[in-house]
């Protein structure tokens, strides 16, 4: 660790009825640009014939009682830093991609921030935002001031939320979807004006509009409406993995 800079203090962590070793440790360096430099240079390398996963300790992060939301059904290549960038209007101190061992995304995340009300007024407003063709469940986080992860409680979790989806899913696909079409993965710019362009040209086109948020900002996603359910269909088929403002979309027939 003394390769990336001053290390302040080394301990590795042990039982302590045993004193045999947890499998982890904390390294304290002077200055946070040193300790992001050890990530850099040793996260992935070996150790005794061990891979290392090196990274941030978050503890005083994750009991810093800051009002924190959960961020589930993320697209896998989400990151902490497009997540940054999402939910910037609405001032997060912290945003967290939680992943596995391998370094790997599980699909959602925690974010802080030291206004309440800010975190609030997130939830109102990005639930149900779609990201790359997902549709983001945000809620305040359930599990606020845990400091050592419980791997089989958090999978649980993961697998109740997505049982939760598919649920969802499942009674919306027996109610009536008859004349409207979902429109995903829409720019945050792209207006009802715009959706309504590329639609109108199809038959049976009654109108469109851009789902937002109680501030007005746009969710990333539309409905389409079409007199007839063939025509509905039709317009999904032909639209679906096309273009607008740049963005490949995703069109489906409406599942509420």
């Not at 109740?160 to 598919?166: G, K, V």
């Not at 969802?168 to 993965?185: A, D, P, W």
Request: aromatic fraction near 8%; charged fraction near 30%; hydrophobic fraction near 30%.
């Amino acid at each position: 660790m003394s390769k990336a800079g001053t290390v302040k203090s080394c301990l590795v962590k042990r039982h302590p009825d045993s004193s045999r070793s947890k499998g982890w440790g904390l390294v304290e360096f002077s200055k946070k640009e040193e300790a992001e430099k050890a990530i850099k240079l040793l996260n992935g390398t070996s150790l005794d014939d061990r891979i290392l996963s090196i990274r941030m300790d978050r503890t005083s992060i994750e009991n810093s009682g800051k009002f924190a939301l959960y961020v589930g059904n993320l697209p896998w290549s989400t990151t902490s830093e497009d997540l940054e960038i999402l939910f910037n209007d609405y001032n997060p101190i912290d945003c967290y991609v939680k992943t596995n061992m391998a370094g790997r995304s599980r699909g959602f995340a925690i974010l802080r921030f030291s206004d309440e009300q800010e975190g609030q007024k997130a939830i109102i407003d990005m639930n149900g935002t779609d990201i790359d063709g997902r549709i983001i469940l945000v809620r305040e986080d359930r599990d606020i001031g845990e400091t050592t992860p419980n791997y089989n409680s958090s999978r649980r979790n993961q697998k109740n939320e997505q049982r939760n989806f598919d649920s969802i899913e499942s009674l919306e696909e027996n109610e009536n979807r008859k004349n409207k079409v979902y429109v995903g993965n829409l720019s945050y710019s792209t207006t009802s004006s715009i959706l309504e362009n590329a639609f109108s040209m199809h038959e049976g086109f009654l109108s469109a509009e851009v789902q937002t948020g109680s501030g007005g900002r746009s969710k990333g996603w539309g409905l389409v409406h079409f007199k007839q359910p063939n025509q509905a269909l039709a317009a999904a088929e032909q639209m679906n993995q096309t273009t607008i403002q740049n963005r490949k979309i995703f069109v489906r027939l409406d599942k509420k």
